[in-house]
T-cell receptor, first 115, second 115 residues
Framework: AQSVTQLDSQVPVFEEAPVELRCNYS??????LFWYVQYPNQGLQLLLK??????LVKGINGFEAEFNKSQTSFHLRKPSVHISDTAEYFC?????????????FGTGTQLKVEL | DAGVTQSPTHLIKTRGQQVTLRCSPK?????VSWYQQALGQGPQFIFQ???????QRGNFPDRFSGHQFPNYSSELNVNALLLGDSALYLC??????????????FGPGTRLTVT
């Protein structure tokens, strides 16, 4: 079975400051890793993904994440946040099992950017 | 390029009733997954359809059923509604025939309220 832990339920940060949202996963086999963003009353938007290759992946809106297999982590970072980054962020894992590739999500981290 | 679309946007039902939610996948996608997102929680996987068959199922009772049509669109049916079924229902699509099979793209969701 696979699971995802997002250690911080809320992260407040001032505009233009850097931010890191933490994600740890548990799986006995190799998985694929994702970060999604959800703005109020909207669906999920794919921010970035790790499928293979370089462990540092870059996504949209200036976000990046680093896959660390030894620490089973996939932390999301942005060097300078903007007010418009205020949203809920979900880390997710996937692998092909049982005929499908379901996503298993963490409980989410609310990023609140303040002036 | 049309993304994932869902209908209706909002729905209010009474306990014991039945409901049908609809989803059209992103152009070029052939696999549809459904997720339930309760307030303040991460999305939970319900099931996944490919080639008009249910390929993978999450931990949801048989009251939750689905269908996929030849044009890849899908329906989610919930019978005997309970108050606890109130949630945002998200549809996601992906393409099984490409290297990016694990990327799932989400629709805006259907907000179901059971009274």
């Amino acid at each position: 079975a696979q699971s995802v832990t997002q250690l911080d339920s809320q992260v407040p940060v001032f505009e233009e400051a850097p931010v890191e949202l933490r994600c740890n996963y548990s799986s006995s086999v190799s998985v694929y890793l994702f970060w999604y963003v959800q703005y109020p009353n909207q669906g999920l938007q794919l921010l970035l993904k790790y499928l293979s290759g370089s462990t540092l992946v870059k996504g949209i809106n200036g976000f990046e994440a680093e896959f660390n297999k030894s620490q089973t982590s996939f932390h999301l970072r942005k060097p300078s946040v903007h007010i418009s980054d205020t949203a809920e962020y979900f880390c997710a894992v996937s692998r092909f099992t049982g005929g499908g590739n379901k996503l298993t999500f963490g409980t989410g981290t609310q990023l609140k950017v303040e002036l | 390029d049309a993304g994932v679309t869902q209908s209706p946007t909002h729905l209010i039902k009474t306990r014991g009733q039945q409901v049908t939610l609809r989803c059209s996948p992103k152009s070029g996608h052939d696999t549809v997954s459904w997720y339930q997102q309760a307030l303040g929680q991460g999305p939970q996987f319900i099931f996944q359809y490919y080639e008009e068959e249910e390929r993978q199922r999450g931990n949801f009772p048989d009251r939750f059923s689905g269908h996929q049509f030849p044009n890849y669109s899908s329906e989610l049916n919930v019978n005997a509604l309970l108050l606890g079924d109130s949630a945002l229902y998200l549809c996601a699509s992906s393409s099984r025939d490409t290297l990016i099979f694990y990327e799932q793209y989400f629709g805006p969701g259907t907000r179901l309220t059971v009274t």
